[in-house]
């Protein structure tokens, strides 16, 4: 029998790292610092979707060398460990989760992008947001979807796109799995257990990144048409 071949993808993934302030689904307004004019009516226009990550200072070192000279790295915010527990004494729990130093990440992808043929600006997909358990669910039992909002301290697993464009290297997030969820919204206590719910494979965060992948793949267009962004 025949193997089947593995995709050759850019898509990169960060395993074991803790979001903060991340939001794959709910636009976030951006600073305007140049006072631009925005390109459309939309009210989509200077926001973006946005995920933050807290990783050791060793990673994000041989994150610098892989990915050298990307936009994202300008602006990330290093820390000490006794630091950053005093500023969020909330986290206190993840003590032993954290390096001595850390050091967080922004990766942004606007709500708008404009196509290649018409100028026109047209909506972005958002950041994909997965559960670890079946896609659905991370490993105790809370249901993860779409619009599941991960409060700061989350764990899971991260993956970006890395990007070349005519303003350098971008790393712009694609998919968010989440092993442990922390809320960020209370919610009405449920009596799970007594639901006798079924336990749920764990989930193949490559393969559910690749699949993602190819939603967002353009349609084909005819040969002697020019191809959208």
Do not use: W
């Amino acid at each position: 029998m025949a193997t089947a071949q593995k995709k050759e993808t850019n898509i990169k993934t960060l395993k074991d790292v803790i979001f903060m302030y991340s939001s794959a689904s709910e636009p976030q307004k951006q600073m305007n610092e140049e006072n631009k004019p925005p390109l459309s009516d939309s009210p989509l226009e200077f926001h973006s979707y946005e995920v933050k990550i807290l990783i050791s200072e060793e990673r994000f070192k041989k994150l610098k060398k892989e990915f050298k000279g990307a936009k994202n790295f300008a602006n990330a915010k290093e820390f000490e460990k006794e630091e950053f527990l005093e500023a969020n004494s909330y986290m206190k729990d993840l003590a032993d989760d954290l390096a001595d130093d850390l050091v967080m990440i922004k990766f942004s992808q606007g709500c708008l992008r404009s196509e290649k043929k018409t100028g026109n600006r047209i909506p972005t997909f958002p950041i994909k947001q997965i559960g670890i358990k079946g896609q659905v669910q991370d490993n105790n039992g809370n249901n993860i979807d779409f619009e599941t909002n991960t409060g700061n301290g989350t764990k899971g697993h991260f993956q970006f796109r890395p990007v070349v464009s005519d303003y350098g290297l971008y790393l712009y997030p694609h998919l968010i799995c989440v092993t442990d969820l922390v809320e960020y919204t209370s919610a009405a206590e449920e009596d799970l257990d007594s639901l006798g719910l079924e336990e749920l494979d764990e989930t193949n965060v490559e393969a559910a990144g690749e699949a993602h992948a190819e939603e967002q793949a353009p349609a084909p267009v005819a040969e002697d048409e020019d191809e959208d962004d």
